[in-house]
C-alpha cells in the first residue's frame, strides 16, 4: 500500500511533464509542417522557423 | 536537383506583371514596421530539394527577408520590406520551375479556436489515459480500500480536466438552452457533469462503481470529433471584401478650372471626367471621349481578345486600361457600377446557400430530443417500478453516457478530413466539409470558357513558317507591350534579337513602331503595319498580328487560347457518368461554338455576368443540382448561386474565395475526380451513420435495463468510435499518374514555346 504513495505521483508527474512538453512544441509551431521537418534534417544551413506573430489585420 | 524543378504539369502563362505586383502588395498582410508577409501556394513542392532552391531564390530576390515553405501545406511564407514594389516572387519562381499563386484561402489569421481545441484534446487525453491506468487495476478487482483511493486520485485528476476541456461544450449548451433550443452539446454536457457528480457521490459514499473514466473519455473522443469538424468548417468568405481589390482606389480627375486632383472612387460623381493612364483600372463605369487604346476586359466579361477603346467607348468598371491613356467621363458613381453590382449580386446568392444543412446537423438535431427522452423515461420507468431514487437516476445517466454521440459526432468529420487529405494529394483544395456533401449530389456541370477549359491567355501557334530570326525581332519589339500578344510573342523568344531598336513606340489600338538604322518596322494590325492595301492579307481572324519593315511585311503570327490539359478526357468521363454539360461563356459567339462543337456539348455566348448567375438559378428551379465551374469575375455570381463551384487556382482571386474546391494544376480531370471521392465520400458517411445507429440500438436497451457498468461503457464506446475512424480512413483517392514532359507537349500540341518551358 506504501508503494502507492511515490509510485502514482510518480506516474502522474511523468504525464503532466509529457502534456506540458506537447503544449510547447505546439505553441512553437513545430507542428505546421511536418512534411517538411522531415527533409529539413538533411541540411546544414539554420533552419529557423519564421517566428509567429501577432497576426495584425490585413491593410 | 534533377527530381524536381521540372513543373511540366503546372505551368501556365505569366499574367500581366504589373496587375500581379500590385495585387502581391494587396494581397499582403503588416507584420511589423516596414515588413509585410506574402503567403504563395506552390503546388509542385514535393521533396527536400525544392525546400532548398525555392528558398534560396527567393532568399536572393531584393527586398526579401525570410522564405519558408511549408511542405505539408505546400505553400511558401514571405516576408518583405515594404519600402518598394513588391520583389517578383512569383516570376523568380517561375524561372526556377515552380508555378506560383497567390493564396490566402484561410490565412486569414492564426485560428484561435483551433489551437484551443487542440489544447483541449491534450488535456482531456492526458486525463483520460491516466484515469483509465487506475480503473482497469480497479476492473481487475482491486482491494476496497485500493479502490477508494484509486478513485479519489481519478476525481482529482478527472475534475481540472473537465473544468478546462469540458468548456468547449458547456459554453455552447449554454448558448442553446438560454435561447430556449436544445443542441447535441446539451446531452453531452449533461451526461459527462452527470456522470461525474454521481462518480462523486459514488466516491464519498465509498461505492463500487464510479464513472470518471467514462466521463472524461467521452470528452476527449468528442473533442477529437468537434476538432476534425471544426476544420472542416467553413472559414468566413472574405468573397465580397476581395472584390474591393479589382477596384481602383482613386483616379485623376480634372476639375471645372482644368486642374487635375487625385479624388478616392467613392468621391467620383457621374460627369466628372477622369485621367486614366495606360496599366490602371477603369474606376467607375464611364465613356470614353478622347484617346485610343486596348483594354483587357477577360475579367469582366471573359473576352479573351482585348477590346479597343476609342471616343464614344462604353468602360466598365474592374477592366484593366492596357495600352494608351484615354480620357473619360464618369457614367455612374462607385456604388452603382458594375462592381458594386456584382457585391450586390453574389451576397443574395450566398444567402440563398446557407439553408444547405449538412448531414451531421441534420442527425444532431434529431438525435438530442430522442436522447433526452429516452433518459427521461428511464428515470420515470425506474423510479416507478423500483421507488429507488438512487438506481433510477444511475440507470438515466448510464443511459446519457451511452448514448453520447461518440461515435455520430466522428462519422461525418472523420470521412470529410479522410476525402479533403486524398483531395489535397491530387492538388484539390477543400474548402469547406459541407461542399463535399453538396458536390456528390449534383447532376450537371456548367463550365465557363475563358481561363476554365482554356487557359486564358493567348499563345502563338505555328511558328514554323517563321524563321527564328524573324521571331527574334517581333519579340524584342513586342518586349515593350503589355498587350497579351506581346506578352505571348515575348514568351516564345528564342534567340538574342540581331539588332538593336531606338524609339520604339507604342500605338494604342494599332500596334508597336521601332526604328533600327534607317527601317522601320512595326508589328500590329495588318492594316496599320502595311502600307500599300495590295499586300494586306485577305481579311483573317482577329487573332493574329504582322510584323512589317518599312510597309513591307516579314511575317504573320497567329494565336489561340490554348486548352486546358486533359479537358477532352474530363469531359468524355463526365458523360459516362451521366452528367448533362453546357459551355456558357461571356466571350464572343465563334470561338464559344468552335470549342463546344469540339467537346460536343451544348453552349450559350454572349452571356453577361447577371446572366450566368440567372442561366444557374434557372437550372436549379427546373430541380437540377448544378455544379458551377468559372474562374472570372464574371463567374463569380454563378459560382455563388451554383448548388456546389470550383474554380482553378489562376482564377481571380474573388473566384477562388467564392469556390467550394480550388485545383491547383493545370488538368481539367481534377473535376471528375473530384465528384467521384465525393460520391465515395458521401456513400462512407451513411455507412458510419449507419453503424452509429446500430450501435445505439445494441447499447440502449442494456442501458435502460440498468446494465451497464463502467467497464461495459468504456468498450462499447471506445469501440464504436474506432470502427466508425477505421470506416472512414477506407477511403482510396485515385492517383493521378506524373505527367512526363513529352505528355504535356503533345496534349498542347504546341512545339516551340512548351518545349522551352518545360526544359526549364
Not at chain 2, 457585391?343 to 430530443?369: F, K, W
Not at chain 2, 440500438?697 to 464506446?717: E, F, R, S
Request: with cysteine; charged share 20%; aromatic share 6%.
Amino acid at each position: 500500500m506504501m508503494d502507492y504513495f511515490y509510485l502514482i505521483p510518480i506516474a502522474i508527474g511523468i504525464g503532466l511533464t509529457a502534456l506540458a512538453a506537447f503544449m510547447w512544441s505546439l505553441k512553437s509551431g513545430q507542428y505546421d509542417d511536418l512534411d517538411g521537418a522531415a527533409e529539413r534534417v538533411l541540411f546544414e544551413e539554420s533552419d529557423a522557423p519564421i517566428p509567429p506573430t501577432a497576426w495584425p489585420k490585413r491593410q | 536537383m534533377s527530381c524536381c524543378g521540372s513543373g511540366a504539369g503546372y505551368q501556365q502563362i505569366a499574367p500581366d506583371p504589373l496587375a500581379a505586383g500590385e495585387e502581391v502588395r494587396l494581397a499582403s498582410r503588416v507584420v511589423a514596421d516596414d515588413v509585410r508577409q506574402t503567403d504563395l501556394s506552390v503546388p509542385s513542392v514535393h521533396c527536400g530539394g525544392c525546400i532548398r532552391t525555392i528558398e534560396k531564390v527567393l532568399g536572393e530576390l531584393d527586398g526579401v527577408e525570410q522564405a519558408r515553405v511549408n511542405l505539408s501545406t505546400r505553400r511558401v511564407t514571405i516576408r518583405w520590406r515594404a519600402d518598394g514594389v513588391p520583389p517578383p516572387f512569383i516570376e523568380a519562381l517561375r524561372g526556377a520551375g515552380y508555378e506560383a499563386h497567390l493564396f490566402d484561402i484561410d490565412a486569414d489569421e492564426k485560428d484561435s479556436t483551433l489551437s484551443e481545441l487542440v489544447r483541449a484534446l491534450a488535456v482531456s487525453g492526458f486525463a483520460a489515459s491516466n484515469i483509465m491506468l487506475l480503473s482497469v487495476s480497479i476492473w481487475s478487482g482491486a482491494e476496497p480500500e485500493t479502490r477508494d483511493l484509486f478513485h479519489w486520485i481519478s476525481a482529482l485528476i478527472a475534475f481540472p480536466a473537465l473544468a478546462y476541456s469540458g468548456r468547449v461544450f458547456f459554453r455552447s449548451a449554454w448558448r442553446a438552452l438560454k435561447h430556449g433550443r436544445t443542441a447535441m452539446d446539451v446531452p453531452i454536457s449533461l451526461g459527462v457533469l452527470l456522470a461525474f457528480g454521481m462518480s462523486l457521490y459514488e466516491t464519498v459514499q465509498r461505492g463500487s462503481h464510479a464513472y470518471f473514466d467514462a466521463s472524461i473519455s467521452l470528452l476527449f473522443f468528442l473533442l477529437i470529433g468537434r476538432t476534425l469538424d471544426h476544420m472542416m468548417r467553413d472559414r468566413a468568405r472574405p468573397a465580397v471584401k476581395g472584390l474591393a481589390r479589382l477596384a481602383a482606389r482613386g483616379a485623376l480627375v480634372v476639375q471645372p478650372g482644368g486642374t487635375q486632383t487625385y479624388l478616392s472612387v467613392s468621391e467620383i460623381q457621374p460627369g466628372m471626367t477622369i485621367m486614366l493612364a495606360a496599366g490602371e483600372r477603369v474606376p467607375v463605369d464611364a465613356r470614353v471621349t478622347k484617346g485610343i487604346s486596348d483594354l483587357d476586359v477577360s475579367l469582366v466579361s471573359g473576352e479573351s481578345v482585348p477590346q479597343l477603346a476609342s471616343p464614344g467607348s462604353v468602360l466598365r468598371a474592374g477592366t484593366l486600361n492596357l495600352t494608351g491613356p484615354l480620357t473619360i467621363v464618369a457614367t455612374a458613381a462607385a456604388g452603382d457600377s458594375f462592381l458594386a453590382e456584382m457585391v450586390r449580386m453574389m451576397e443574395a446568392d450566398e444567402q440563398g446557400r446557407s439553408t444547405y444543412r449538412r448531414i451531421a446537423d441534420r442527425a444532431a438535431g434529431l438525435y438530442a430530443p430522442v436522447v433526452h427522452l429516452t433518459a427521461f423515461v428511464t428515470l420515470i420507468g425506474w423510479l416507478v417500478v423500483t421507488g429507488d431514487i438512487h438506481r433510477a437516476v444511475t440507470c438515466a445517466i448510464a443511459v446519457l453516457i451511452i448514448t453520447c454521440p461518440c461515435a455520430l459526432d466522428l462519422a461525418v468529420p472523420m470521412v470529410q478530413v479522410v476525402a479533403a487529405r486524398r483531395l489535397f494529394e491530387n492538388g484539390i483544395m477543400l474548402r469547406d466539409g459541407g461542399a463535399l456533401e453538396r458536390l456528390a449530389e449534383i447532376d450537371t456541370v456548367v463550365f465557363d470558357k475563358t481561363g476554365t477549359l482554356t487557359l486564358g491567355n493567348p499563345r502563338l501557334i505555328d511558328t514554323g513558317a517563321v524563321t527564328p530570326q524573324t521571331l527574334a525581332i517581333a519579340a524584342a519589339i513586342a518586349s515593350h507591350s503589355r498587350h497579351p500578344y506581346s506578352r505571348a510573342l515575348a514568351a516564345a523568344q528564342t534567340l538574342n534579337p540581331p539588332m538593336s531598336f531606338e524609339d520604339i513606340s507604342e500605338h494604342p489600338g494599332s500596334g508597336l513602331e521601332a526604328r533600327s538604322g534607317a527601317s522601320v518596322y512595326r508589328l500590329g494590325r495588318a492594316a496599320w503595319a502595311l502600307s500599300c492595301a495590295s499586300e494586306l492579307p485577305p481579311p483573317s481572324d482577329e487573332a493574329s498580328v504582322v510584323l512589317a519593315k518599312d510597309g513591307r511585311q516579314l511575317a504573320e503570327f497567329h494565336f489561340n487560347d490554348r486548352l486546358r490539359a486533359d479537358v477532352g478526357e474530363a469531359i468524355t468521363r463526365l458523360t459516362s457518368d451521366g452528367f448533362a454539360m453546357e459551355v456558357v461563356s461571356g466571350d464572343r459567339e465563334e470561338p464559344v461554338r468552335v470549342l463546344a462543337a469540339d467537346l460536343g456539348v451544348p453552349y450559350t455566348a454572349r452571356v453577361l455576368p447577371g446572366g450566368k448567375a440567372e442561366h444557374v438559378a434557372s437550372l436549379a428551379t427546373a430541380g437540377r443540382k448544378v455544379l458551377m465551374v468559372g474562374d472570372g469575375l464574371n463567374d463569380t455570381p454563378a459560382l455563388a448561386a451554383a448548388y456546389a463551384s470550383m474554380a482553378p487556382a489562376s482564377a481571380a482571386d474573388i473566384g477562388r474565395n467564392v469556390a467550394d474546391l480550388v485545383f491547383l494544376h493545370e488538368s481539367l480531370s481534377a473535376v471528375p475526380q473530384a465528384i467521384a471521392l465525393a460520391r465515395a465520400a458521401g456513400r462512407l458517411v451513411r455507412q458510419n451513420l449507419a453503424l452509429a445507429v446500430v450501435y445505439n440500438l445494441v447499447a440502449v436497451p442494456i442501458a435502460v435495463l440498468g446494465n451497464v457498468t463502467p467497464l461495459a461503457a468504456a468498450v462499447a464506446m471506445s469501440g464504436s468510435s474506432i470502427v466508425v475512424v477505421a470506416n472512414a480512413l477506407r477511403l482510396k483517392g485515385e492517383r493521378t499518374a506524373p505527367r512526363t514532359q513529352a505528355a504535356e507537349v503533345s496534349a498542347t500540341g504546341v512545339a516551340g514555346p512548351t518545349v522551352l518551358e518545360a526544359a526549364e
